[in-house]
T-cell receptor, first 112, second 113 residues
Framework: ELKVEQNPLFLSMQEGKNYTIYCNYS?????LYWYRQDPGKSLESLFV?????AVKQEGRLMASLDTKARLSTLHITAAVHDLSATYFC????????????FGTGTRLQVTL | GAVVSQHPSRVICKSGTSVKIECRSL??????MFWYRQFPKKSLMLMAT?????????EQGVEKDKFLINHASLTLSTLTVTSAHPEDSSFYIC?????????FGSGTRLTVV
């Protein structure tokens, strides 16, 4: 059974600070995704990582993937209040025809 | 990008009644759609995979007779929560796999009173 864990579960950080969210998964995966969810809303796609060593950046967010360690990171640079949201990683398990398994989620609160 | 329309966005129903939620893929022919459930402050849990023209595949622990899924066309999948109870109150989200990524519906907040 594929398990996807994130840490921390909750993160409170000041504007301007840097921090990293970690996503560990238990078995070999095809793809890893990062999503953002605002309260009461659906999911917004941030990144898809396809191979070992993949790195993608958009604004203050950068995601990376280490398939050997089964680890992905989402790094936040110089956080701003608008980044406050819940962030989920999700993976597809090889051979399961695109079923997504979500991580536990990290609720990020950026304070002024 | 792909647009997935989900209706209703919010519904309140009485205990014992049934509720139908629609998920439409507006610009992509989807042979497969996915239904998720999300409880407050929790992650998304896959309920079932909806297959066009055939039976849905349910995840372990999800009652197929309670959560009826119909995927009659390449653009529409419906989830009917039958004989709803307060514990079925949740946020239900559909998604479409476009091969290059997933697009999610806007979600349906179901409250059973």
């Amino acid at each position: 059974e594929l398990k996807v864990e994130q840490n921390p579960l909750f993160l409170s950080m000041q504007e301007g600070k840097n921090y990293t969210i970690y996503c560990n998964y238990s078995t070999t995966s095809d793809r890893l995704y990062w999503y953002r969810q605002d309260p009461g809303k659906s999911l917004e796609s941030l990144f898809v990582l396809l191979s070992n060593g993949a790195v993608k950046q958009e604004g203050r967010l950068m995601a990376s993937l280490d398939t050997k360690a089964r680890l992905s990171t989402l790094h936040i640079t110089a956080a701003v209040h608008d980044l406050s949201a819940t962030y989920f990683c999700a993976v597809t398990l090889r051979g399961t025809a695109s079923k997504l398994t979500f991580g536990t989620g990290t609720r990020l609160q950026v304070t002024l | 990008g792909a647009v997935v329309s989900q209706h209703p966005s919010r519904v309140i129903c009485k205990s014992g009644t049934s509720v139908k939620i629609e998920c439409r893929s507006l610009d992509f022919q989807a042979t497969t759609m996915f239904w998720y459930r999300q409880f407050p402050k929790k992650s998304l849990m896959l309920m079932a995979t909806s297959n066009e023209g055939s039976k849905a595949t349910y995840e372990q622990g999800v009652e197929k007779d309670k959560f009826l899924i119909n995927h009659a066309s390449l653009t529409l999948s419906t989830l009917t929560v039958t004989s709803a109870h307060p514990e079925d109150s949740s946020f239900y989200i559909c998604s479409v796999d476009r091969g290059i990524g997933y697009t999610f519906g806007s979600g349906t907040r179901l409250t059973v009173v």
